[in-house]
């Protein structure tokens, strides 16, 4: 019969054994050849997508720091050039295009308000006009093509009476706060 020191030797042993050959085995399964060929592919393909996918998705932040100074330039541009000192400037304006295409403005209400925009307000202006119908088309172009930021919101028909028409017009426009 074998001693007790023996029989734990074996034991040890075998469970080093075992320990080891587990190791290994699990090296196999993680390592590439514990993978049948299409499973590699598979993978590679699908780890290819993603990179790829990657690529797009940061496509767009490539050269943020210029594409950020040429936003600020832009901006600056557009304050200096697109929108009025003062609000008169704007009414100004509406009323030039509505007499050069021969529509009768009516009434018109402006009401301030702030913006989310450092050093721009915006007015909202609600206008009662009545002309024909093809010179208030003219003056809705005019206004849409106009280098004073402009834009309109609503247009409601009130009433037409032998080719004239009145209409309720609702535009925003922007100017430099401050003024």
Same mark, same amino acid.
């Given at each position: 019969?074998?001693?007790?020191?023996?029989? /734990?030797?074996?034991?040890?042993?075998?469970?080093?054994?075992?320990?080891?050959? !587990?190791?290994?085995?699990?090296?196999?399964?993680?390592?590439?050849?514990?993978? %049948?060929? &299409?499973? /590699?592919? !598979?993978?590679?393909?699908?780890?290819?997508?993603?990179?790829?996918?990657?690529?797009? !998705?940061?496509?767009?932040?490539?050269?943020?720091?210029?594409?950020?100074?040429?936003? &600020?330039?832009?901006?600056?541009?557009?304050?200096?050039? /697109?929108?009025?000192?003062?609000? %008169?400037?704007? %009414?100004?304006?509406?009323?030039?295009?509505?007499?050069?295409?021969?529509?009768?403005? &009516?009434?018109?209400?402006? *009401?301030?308000?702030?913006?989310?925009?450092?050093?721009? *307000?915006?007015?909202?202006?609600?206008?009662?006009? %009545?002309? !024909?119908?093809?010179?208030?088309?003219k003056f809705i172009n005019a206004l849409e093509r106009e280098?004073?930021?402009?834009?309109?919101?609503?247009?409601?028909?009130?009433?037409?009476?032998?080719?004239?028409?009145?209409?309720?017009?609702?535009?925003?426009?922007?100017?430099?706060?401050?003024?």
């Amino acid at each position: 019969m074998a001693s007790l020191d023996q029989v /734990r030797g074996r034991f040890v042993a075998a469970i080093l054994f075992l320990l080891v050959l !587990d190791v290994a085995t699990l090296a196999f399964l993680l390592s590439p050849w514990g993978r %049948s060929p &299409e499973q /590699r592919v !598979d993978e590679y393909n699908r780890a290819r997508a993603e990179w790829h996918q990657k690529m797009r !998705d940061i496509q767009p932040l490539t050269g943020m720091p210029e594409k950020l100074k040429r936003a &600020e330039k832009d901006a600056d541009v557009l304050l200096r050039s /697109r929108l009025p000192e003062q609000s %008169s400037q704007i %009414s100004n304006e509406i009323g030039k295009l509505a007499a050069a295409n021969h529509v009768k403005l &009516e009434q018109a209400t402006y *009401e301030a308000k702030e913006t989310e925009l450092p050093g721009v *307000e915006r007015l909202l202006v609600k206008a009662s006009l %009545s002309a !024909d119908y093809l010179n208030l088309v003219k003056f809705i172009n005019a206004l849409e093509r106009e280098k004073m930021l402009m834009v309109i919101d609503s247009l409601k028909l009130n009433e037409q009476q032998g080719g004239s028409v009145k209409v309720d017009l609702m535009l925003e426009a922007f100017k430099k706060s401050g003024s």
